[in-house]
Every structure is written in C-alpha cells, then in structure tokens.
C-alpha cells in the first residue's frame, strides 16, 4: 500500500590555442536526471505476472489487479543464501526470520484497478507475495502459491526520486500526516520510524462510513465494503520508505495497518493502528 540522487558533473577545460592562453574551465551541463524504470506486474487469482530480474534502484512497481479478489504486491528481500524455497513454512504472519525485509510494494487496488509504488530495490533474491486473505477461506493468498521469486543484480543507472509533497511517517502504531491534505494529485512519501515493520491501506469511504467500519468489515470481507481500496504500501521494515503518487477527490479516508504485532500477534489496527482525514 524507498531518495533524491545526486548526480556527478564532469569538468570539461576547453583550451583555445589562438590567443595563446587557455580560458577559464567550463562546467558540462549536468545530465538530465533519470526516470525511476516502471514495472509492469499483473495478479489474478492466485499468480503474479512480473520479470525474473530486475536491476537495482528505483523502480516504479505498477500493479494491475485482473482477478476477482483483491490483491497487493509484497516485495520481500532474503537474506544472505536463501531463496523462495527457504520461505516454506515460515508464518508470513508472525515476525521475520532474521535477515530478512520487508521492502515494501503497491498496495491493494480493487479488482480490475491498478496501483503504484516506487521502491529503491537493493541487489539480492526477493519474493514477491500476496498475504491478503481471501474472502472464501480466511487462507492467505500466499498459502494459494501466490508467490513469485525475482532476482534483482546491480543497475548501471542512477535514478532521481520524484520530490514529496506530503510525508506520512509510520509508529507503534499511528500514522502521522506532514499536513493537511487538499484534493488533487499529491506525490507521497511514506517512511516507517518504527521498531516493527507497518503498511499503509489507503481507502476511500463511502458516504456516512469511518474508517472503523472498514477495520471491522475486514474481519470476514462479507457484503458491500464501507470503503473503496486504491493502494498505498505492503508492508515496510524499519528505516525503509516507499513514494507513492495518488489523485485525490474530495472526501473522507481511511489509512489502515493490517501488519500482524511481532509482541502479542494482534493486527496493528487492534492497536488503534488506523486513521481518518478529509480532503477539500
């Protein structure tokens, strides 16, 4: 539901022979910065479309949702020597084996919509997984094989993140918005401060409907949805930050944390892990 780069300027001395004496050095235009590449990744019930491998830096993971469920995209680093088959019978509930992190990824859209997030992706194996659960059983989506290994080595180029308009900073356990929030678009970075990792649900409510209603419909995911579910960030470990660029209509939102508490295995918005705020 990941930095702004510098980028190196080259001196370049032009020396004029014809006046015997070299002029002052000129600086070379700086390059014009790189676009963070955009990924494509498709879901349906229960698989992901997306490449092997990737390069390291920042990528644009663009999600399209083509199933009946909803579904988000986590990206999961290993650690050191492991792979996906390291990850079989690990509860992706309950706290990380060591070494491994949560990197965050776009967070659930409705089916057939579409969501974003830009991840600065470290060199490394990573699973991508869907841990929703689905509405038929209760069972994770993982626990339906929806779990793809992706290899990401090192890039060549060096990417310019888009500058934030708004930050929203993640606690034990509260979101904390930098300010108000108008309508329209807004490019959004979203950082996790906390000693636990957290994720980000952005919802839109329906008229009449607070974010506490979407807390307690998700319990058995029965029946009309008090909200409309348009991304935000999976899951994000400690220190990690993900930017996000939403459009934004006038309303009330919900932000919500389905993380499951590494202390007493309640999900954060039993903690009170949930928030609600109007855009104008």
């Keep these: 539901m990941h930095s702004m780069r510098l980028f190196r300027v080259t001196p370049v001395i032009l020396i004029l022979a014809a006046c015997g004496k070299a002029e002052k050095p000129a600086e070379q235009a700086a390059a014009a910065p790189v676009e963070p ?3 494509h990744v498709t879901v349906t019930d229960y698989a992901f479309q997306a490449p092997d491998t990737l390069p390291s830096g920042l990528t644009s993971f663009h999600m399209m949702n083509n199933g009946k469920e909803l579904h988000h995209l986590v990206l999961l680093k290993l650690a050191p020597g492991q792979t996906v088959a390291d990850l079989a019978g690990v509860n992706m509930e309950g706290p990380l084996p060591p070494g491994m992190i949560f990197m965050g990824g776009p967070n659930a859209p409705v089916p057939g919509g579409s969501a974003e997030s830009l991840v600065d992706l470290k060199t490394g194996q990573y699973a991508l997984l869907c841990i929703i659960p689905s509405p038929v059983d209760m069972k994770p989506h993982v626990a339906k094989g929806m779990i793809r290994p992706l290899t990401v080595i090192a890039g060549e180029t060096v990417a310019a993140a888009p500058t934030p308009d708004l930050t929203i900073t993640l606690s034990d356990y509260d979101f904390a918005l930098s300010g108000p929030v108008s309508a329209g678009k807004h490019i959004i970075k979203i950082e996790n401060t ?27 995911m029965q029946g009309p949805p008090p909200g409309v579910p348009f991304g935000g960030i999976t899951p994000i470990s400690t220190g990690i930050n993900n930017i996000v660029t939403v459009e934004l209509a006038p ?10 508490d590494a202390k007493d295995g309640k999900l954060h918005i039993l903690h009170g892990m949930v928030k609600q705020f109007t855009v104008s």
Excluded: I, M, N
């Excluded at 309303?251 to 499951?260: K, M, N, S």
């Design 37 to 39: 590449r955009v990924v």
């Design 194 to 220: 906390a000693e636990q990792p957290h994720e980000l649900l952005l919802v839109k409510l329906e008229p009449g409907k607070t974010v506490a209603d979407v807390a307690k419909w998700s319990e058995k």
């Design 251 to 260: 309303g009330e939102y919900g932000l919500l944390c389905f993380v499951t």
